[in-house]
């Protein structure tokens, strides 16, 4: 079983522990890759460390997500941890647990349960569009009605290649945030209309979590664009 890890390098300088205990997984487990997804220059230790690329920041990190799984032509049967840099690691135990969950049918795994979103796809929400208008036209049919679906956050989610080749992929909006006043709710409507699209092709008992607790697990703390609270 091979095991790919995308994280989303931005915050990667306040986290050096992280970085460190992630190149002591790939260095330990033959099975492990680690690529970093750049969204500035590396540093010397993950330049020399890890294999990475630079892209230019739109979307955020599901776009940046998007990216490194089109780059990487992964082969479908490939575990897949998409990370923020911005987390602590505990323990990586959570990779036998979300292998456990995988083996009994669960699809996409957060970290901490994370708050449904209520989704109306003919709502207005970006830039005079519509949720579903901001979706590829080739799955706008899955969002019809309004519901109440799962989410994931982006700090954290496990998945193998082919539910992510069966959805079709993460939906985000190919734009620079930089250009945004509000990072958070560009974020929020990314997130929503991912867990539409895999609440709705999956179902919601496909979707889990690894602890009931927003943000944080046994395994993992999840912080907030770097900030350590």
Not at 23 to 42: A, D, N, R, S, T
Not at 83 to 90: A, F, R, S, T, V
Not at 157 to 185: Q, S, W
Request: net charge negative.
């Amino acid at each position: 079983m091979k095991i790919q890890f995308i994280i989303v390098g931005w915050h990667f300088e306040k986290f050096p522990d992280t970085v460190k205990k992630l190149y002591e997984l790939k260095e330990k487990v033959e099975e492990v890759e680690v690529f970093w997804i750049m969204h500035k220059p590396p540093n010397e230790f993950i330049k020399n460390n890890f294999e990475y690329k630079v892209f230019e920041n739109l979307g955020l990190e599901r776009g940046a997500y998007q990216r490194a799984i089109d780059y990487l032509k992964l082969d479908e049967e490939t575990v897949l941890f998409l990370m923020h840099d911005d987390l602590e690691i505990k323990s990586f135990e959570f990779i036998n647990d979300c292998t456990e969950l995988l083996n009994v049918g669960v699809a996409f795994i957060g970290n901490g349960r994370n708050y449904p979103a209520n989704l109306n796809p003919f709502e207005k929400v970006w830039k005079g569009k519509t949720f579903k208008e901001l979706v590829n036209p080739e799955y706008q049919y899955v969002f019809n009605e309004q519901k109440v679906v799962k989410t994931i956050r982006g700090s954290f989610m496990c998945t193998i290649v082919k539910y992510m080749t069966m959805a079709g992929g993460y939906e985000f909006i190919d734009e620079n945030p930089e250009d945004l006043k509000h990072i958070g709710g560009f974020g929020n409507v990314q997130q929503s209309l991912f867990g539409y699209k895999i609440h709705s092709m999956f179902g919601p008992e496909r979707i889990g979590y690894l602890s009931n607790t927003y943000m944080d697990s046994e395994y993992i703390q999840e912080y907030a664009r770097g900030i350590k609270e």
